[in-house]
């Protein structure tokens, strides 16, 4: 057998092949590395979310404990809100706390995967499966960081040399927690440990029922905080023979950080005599050391074991003024009562302020999420003043409270449209204590606020929407406040564009506005928003100015109300941002402002596009329509806005259409009234109360922003919705078979017939006995009690 030698052809060919093996062995190694990195990623990914999905399917409840919330009690959800997609949480939280309470007691968690607090700005992520500590106080539907302060970790002896780092953290279930209003529990396994909180209006009570046979620990991390914010001058003195530990920090909150810092004083009280004591600064930690200060302070406590079972109770009590109030505050609300009944006066508070609306008829499903709704109603804004009434004023100074509680933390931008209202129909006390509230910040500060929180102005968002709130209070009926005072005020600052010595901001840009009619775009930011809140409060001024007697000003408000409609450009059919030359800026308007990072065409916008801020006027419904080409031209515009919207609560992407979590268009629904179809009002506020609200822990389609989306489905169950700043309601499609709402010692009885699932077109409604002629009715109609009755049906009535 011969073999025929390679000839010189060839190796010229195999050279050639084999320059170009070498580079295609790299592209294909590069493109598998890619690949198994691509798959690892997704491996990785895949298994994070099925670890996420564990987390948030585990249900609360299946801890057994003593204390049982009672008939109204049990159908509210504390965790509902407390989850969802992290940028567009409700941000609640389960905390224990009274109604308005200063203290909210609660459980503080961390990433599942990173030691990363704050993912809901209210300290509390359902998708979260480690608890860093329970806290005293903190903001609710609010996406700001403050409070989270005096965090409390209990543990025990083996295990408290770790438990003393900063980072510290332990795993928890949510099938070993439960909470009703005013009570929170959960075992915490490592730890061996069953934490319960309640609380009174001014003092966070704990409750640790150690089964370890060991030591336990407390240690209190005075100068603890809430995501992104910061404490500094922490200070921290142990009295071993009282078994006390008192203290304060400065917060400087996503709020209280823009005013300068707010203090925070503290006294907590022990059962249980000390065995070791301990204080920490920065990573020094000193045995038997007893005084404490600077920007990381802990304090520590060791307690000897009782046997089997060791139970420790802690009552710790909060002040804006001293820590001799912090005391008094103890003393009064707490000292001597055992936990049972601090539970019980809790759980009472909240029976109280549930019975003020009964319901009959709904599906559990239904009940629940109304009743929740309730509940987040009425948790801000937060009672401020001590036991002696004394608080810290926007002055700097203390002040005392005579004949009225004190508040604070007010989510006006959001809270004026909802929650207020709904306050002035069933909580008149607390609404004229509100009011009372603003106007003693507007004495001490010079101008009223527009997102006040602790002890100042934060400047959040836009417009005056306190120029609503209060006139409609007034206009509502509640008068014990002094209104010609308010209306001073309020006056200045809708005529001068910075009142002097006030650090409010003002109306931005308010020159402009009154010298243009409209805020011109190349001016300020946020134009076109700015505008229309100008345009609103100067509407609510108006009526107010009217009622009380000064005719020219009501007549130049009224005037000035009706500005926004400067910026109606008819050839596009949308309110466009102008130029000081009157020019229309360019707009797109599917362009979110969320989306929009440069602001280039969003810049005159606030959180919205220009297709939702088109139908943005809930106070002039009727003029609204008359912008369009006609009244059927709105109602195919309205309804393709709603049509585009997403399916689902709580969408990681909101889109450019309706968006229920965002509150300058969230009355839009009941536009349709103004426009001739009511039909179309009750067929999308019915959408939006199934669609848009659950009862899981996403719950609601955006921040609660004070309990204003909350409020929005609480009036809207019930068959009507209020236009904030007067006095008129618009009629919905209610969702239940009947409903008893108090209002003072009057009663407004709902009955509605023939309701059901299909059942969302009302065919009649009669008022006090009378048939109802259009789609609006008065306050006045209701506020001393009357009968609201519907008739229900599957299709609109014949016109």
Not at 69 to 87: A, N, W
Not at 534 to 562: I, N, V
């Amino acid at each position: 057998m011969t073999t025929q030698k390679p000839t010189e052809e060839f190796f010229k060919v195999h050279q050639r092949t084999s320059n170009w093996r070498w580079p295609i062995r790299i592209i294909k190694w590069v493109f598998g590395l890619i690949f198994c990195f691509v798959l690892l990623v997704s491996l990785c990914l895949a298994g994070i979310y099925g670890y996420y999905r564990s987390i948030v399917n585990e249900k609360p409840g299946g801890l057994q404990v003593e204390y049982q919330p009672g008939e109204l009690l049990s159908q509210v959800d504390p965790f509902i809100g407390t989850g969802g997609v992290p940028y567009l949480c409700a941000y609640n939280s389960p905390a224990a706390t009274t109604p308005f309470g200063m203290v909210r007691l609660g459980p503080d968690t961390a990433s599942m995967l990173m030691d990363i607090p704050g993912l809901n700005s209210s300290g509390y992520y359902y998708g979260d499966n480690k608890i860093i500590g329970f806290s005293h106080n903190r903001l609710l539907g609010a996406d700001a960081h403050d409070g989270g302060n005096f965090r409390i970790f209990p543990t025990i002896e083996s295990l408290v040399e770790e438990k003393r780092s900063m980072d510290r953290f332990t795993k928890f279930s949510h099938r070993e927690e439960v909470a009703f209003p005013g009570y929170y529990a959960v075992r915490l396994p490592s730890e061996k440990v069953l934490v319960e909180l309640t609380a009174t209006p001014r003092v966070g009570i704990h409750r640790y029922t150690f089964s370890s046979p060991e030591d336990p620990h407390l240690i209190l991390d005075i100068t603890s905080s809430l995501g992104d914010a910061r404490t500094e001058g922490g200070k921290v003195r142990i009295l071993p023979a009282s078994h006390e530990i008192e203290g304060s920090v400065k917060n400087f909150g996503s709020f209280s950080g823009r005013y300068g810092g707010l203090e925070v004083f503290f006294v907590a009280q022990f059962t249980h005599p000390f065995k070791e004591t301990r204080t920490s600064e920065q990573t020094e930690s000193i045995p038997g050391r007893i005084e404490s200060g600077g920007d990381q302070v802990r304090a520590e406590v060791t307690f000897a074991n009782d046997g089997a079972e060791t139970q420790i109770e802690v009552r710790l009590a909060l002040s804006h003024v001293s820590i001799e109030n912090a005391r008094q505050n103890l003393k009064v609300e707490a000292e001597g009562k055992s936990f049972e009944a601090l539970v019980e006066a809790a759980r009472e508070a909240w029976e109280e302020k549930m019975s003020l609306i009964s319901i009959e008829g709904g599906t559990e499903r239904e009940r629940r999420i109304f009743y929740t709704a309730l509940y987040r109603s009425f948790q801000m804004p937060t009672l401020f003043n001590d036991v002696n009434g004394e608080y810290l004023g926007f002055d700097r100074q203390v002040h005392t409270a005579e004949g009225f509680q004190y508040y604070t933390d007010f989510s006006l931008w959001d809270t004026f449209r909802t929650v207020h209202p709904l306050f002035n129909l069933i909580a008149a006390k607390d609404q004229r204590d509100m009011v009372v509230s603003l106007v003693e910040m507007a004495k001490a500060g010079g101008a009223f606020p527009r997102w006040p929180s602790g002890a100042g102005y934060t400047n959040c968002m836009i417009g005056t929407p306190a120029d609503i709130m209060v006139p409609e209070a007034y206009l509502k009926g509640i008068r014990d406040f002094d209104v010609e005072t308010a209306y001073t005020k309020m006056r200045e600052t809708a005529s001068v564009e910075k009142p002097e010595g006030t650090k409010f901001a003002g109306r931005g840009g308010l020159n402009d506005y009154l010298g243009y009619q409209y805020c011109p775009s190349e001016k300020m930011t946020k134009a076109l928003g700015k505008t229309f809140e100008y345009s609103y409060a100067d509407w609510s001024l108006a009526q107010l100015a009217k009622e009380l007697g000064h005719p020219e000003d009501a007549a130049l408000f009224s005037d000035r109300s009706r500005y926004y409609q400067n910026l109606w450009n008819p050839e596009s059919q949308y309110f466009q941002p102008r130029s000081s030359t009157g020019e229309f800026q360019k707009i797109d308007p599917l362009q979110l402002s969320y989306t929009d990072s440069e602001g280039i065409l969003t810049d005159d916008f606030v959180e919205g596009s220009a297709l939702q801020w088109r139908f943005g006027i809930p106070f002039d419904p009727e003029g609204l329509v008359s912008l369009f080409k006609n009244p059927e031209s709105f109602v195919e515009e309205l309804e393709s806005y709603f049509e585009g919207s997403t399916k689902v609560v709580g969408s990681w992407n909101p889109g450019p259409y309706y968006w229920h979590g965002n509150e300058p268009y969230i009355h839009s629904a009941y536009l349709f009234n103004a426009a001739g179809r009511p039909d179309l009002t009750q067929k999308w506020v019915r959408w939006i109360l199934d669609t848009k609200y659950s009862d899981d822990y996403v719950g609601l389609d955006g921040n609660d922003d004070g309990g204003t989306l909350s409020a929005w489905y609480v009036f809207s169950a019930l068959g009507f919705y209020p236009i904030a700043g007067s006095t008129r309601y618009e009629i919905g499609s209610p969702l239940f078979d009947g409903a008893t709402v108090r209002i003072g010692e009057n009663e407004l009885e709902i009955r509605v017939d023939r309701q059901g699932p299909d059942n969302v077109y009302v065919q009649n409604v009669f008022l006090n006995g009378s048939p109802l002629e259009g789609t609006s009715f008065d306050h006045e109609d209701i506020a001393g009690g009357g009968t609201l009755h519907f008739v229900m049906g599957s299709s609109p009535p014949e016109k």
